[in-house]
């Protein structure tokens, strides 16, 4: 269905709702009960886990205030950058959340009509679910769904940054909603971070597939959603093919909370041991190392790099991530001025690596004083750069021929200095 048909639909049914003050019946399933005209919720009882006492790691970290109806500061953003890396919360004060909409374009059109929000109780999974069956009961649907995320501190979302909490925020605009300034973790964002260079997709599926190693059977394509919603309230009797694709989307919102709640304790364990992280579950060791350093662990963030450096021929990493991981580790070390650490690392940098043949360069001149060696690297790493640069894979107008003529230039000027360097020596009797 593209947005002129849907369009065409919602002002459809929005024609044949106006003047309606009372619901039509409908007959729900058992465990949904109707609190508010339009306006359905169940608690459901999910999975059970191994569920940490609190969350402290980076995933917490990289929180940020979900919205602002003011121009206060959050107190607790502040919080977090004061305490560290020994900043925790309670599990059970995050709230995990989903919508379903009536599209996936967002803005003023689009509305939401199903919400998912999970919390730990103990080990617990508990779900609740509010449906909003009919236009006229948004507000008080809206409402229901603000007071549920309201219950915790924390909100964690599927990509609920650039979606979820965007709509949510217009659609209670519109109604005259004040949402409270909540923290928002988006787990997306450290899902990119740790296999998006491996992964064609990071969507939610594809992550339940590679990380949580799970498919689900019986399922409903998230395309199909808005069609049913919309669908279901423009008949006044229900077909029994439509109870069951609404039992889907129910379902299907639920499955997303449930691999929410997953991929969130997983990624909490990767943080908490970043070297299994990196050998067993495949997370990209240079993004992690980042985000570690980021949070205030850099010894930790060093022996991440070091372990991975001092075994890598035990494991099947590619020559590309052994190769950034030397780069990465050997930035460290000379900011740590560990002289011996640098020099190991530039030294087994292989040949044809152009950051490496420029390191060696200028560690032979400047550490070594052997200029005759520090120029063979030199000519080397200028062969390298031209190569790349005539290879015709990089376009002329990218930033990285920018960066690769730089190089050049710079190894010119250093291959003209070392040559003069070695003729004066030359013609000193």
């Known amino acids: ?22 619901p039509r019946p409908r007959k729900m399933p058992d465990n949904w009960r109707n609190i508010l005209p339009y306006v359905w919720i169940r608690e459901i009882q999910g999975p059970i886990f191994i569920v940490p006492p609190f969350f402290y790691s980076g995933i917490i970290r990289s929180a940020r205030p979900s919205e602002r109806f003011s121009e206060q500061t959050s107190e607790t953003e502040g919080d977090i950058d004061s305490q560290g890396s020994a900043f925790r919360i309670p599990a059970d004060r995050v709230i995990f959340f989903d919508l379903e909409t009536t599209g996936l374009s967002g803005g003023a059109g689009t509305y939401a009509f199903l919400s998912t929000t999970a919390r730990f ?7 609740n679910q509010v449906f909003l069956e009919d236009y006229p009961g948004e507000r008080d649907f809206l409402s229901m769904v603000i007071s549920q995320l309201s219950a915790g501190d924390w909100i964690a979302s599927y990509n609920g940054a650039t979606f979820d909490i965007p709509l949510l925020r217009s659609r209670c605009i519109l109604n005259g909603i004040v949402m409270p300034i909540r923290m928002h973790v988006d787990v997306l964002h450290d899902c990119r971070r740790f296999w998006g260079k491996i992964l064609d997709s990071c ?54 909370v449930v691999s ?15 070297y299994r992280a990196v050998i067993e579950d495949s997370v ?12 205030g662990r850099l010894e930790e963030a060093k022996s991440l790099l070091l372990m991975i450096y001092r075994n890598n021929k035990e494991h099947d990493l590619s020559r590309e991530i052994i190769r950034e991981v030397q780069r990465y580790l050997a930035k460290l070390a000379r900011k ?30 400047h550490t070594f004083k052997d200029e005759k060696t520090a120029l063979v690297w030199a000519q ?30 710079s190894l010119d000027h250093r291959i003209a200095r070392l040559e003069r360097k070695i003729a004066n020596r030359k013609s000193i009797p």
Not at 4 to 15: D, F, G, V
Not at 121 to 127: H, P
Not at 382 to 408: F, P, W, Y
Request: net charge neutral; aromatic share 8%.
């Open 1 to 22: 269905m593209n947005l002129k048909e849907r369009l065409a639909l919602i002002k459809s049914n929005e024609k044949n709702n106006k003047g309606n003050s009372a």
């Open 121 to 127: 109780e103990g080990r617990n999974l508990v779900l």
């Open 203 to 256: 969507s939610l599926a594809s992550m339940e597939k590679f990380v949580l190693k799970s498919t689900r059977e019986f399922d409903i394509p998230g395309s199909e959603i808005p069609r049913v919603w919309l669908d279901y309230v423009k008949s006044d009797f229900l077909s029994e093919n439509q109870k069951a694709l609404m039992e889907l989307v129910w379902q299907h919102n639920i499955l997303d």
């Open 260 to 274: 929410l709640a997953r991929l969130f304790l997983h990624i909490e364990s990767l943080y908490r041991d970043p």
């Open 284 to 295: 990209d060791p240079l993004s992690l190392a980042n985000r570690i350093c980021k949070l």
């Open 336 to 365: 740590d001025k560990d002289l011996d650490l640098f020099s190991e690392l530039v030294l087994s940098m292989d040949s044809e690596f152009l950051y490496g043949c420029v390191a060696k360069a200028k560690l032979f001149e």
């Open 380 to 409: 080397k790493a200028h062969d390298l750069a031209c190569n790349s640069v005539n290879s015709g894979t990089i376009k002329r107008k990218d930033k990285e021929m920018a960066a690769q003529l730089s190089v050049i230039a």
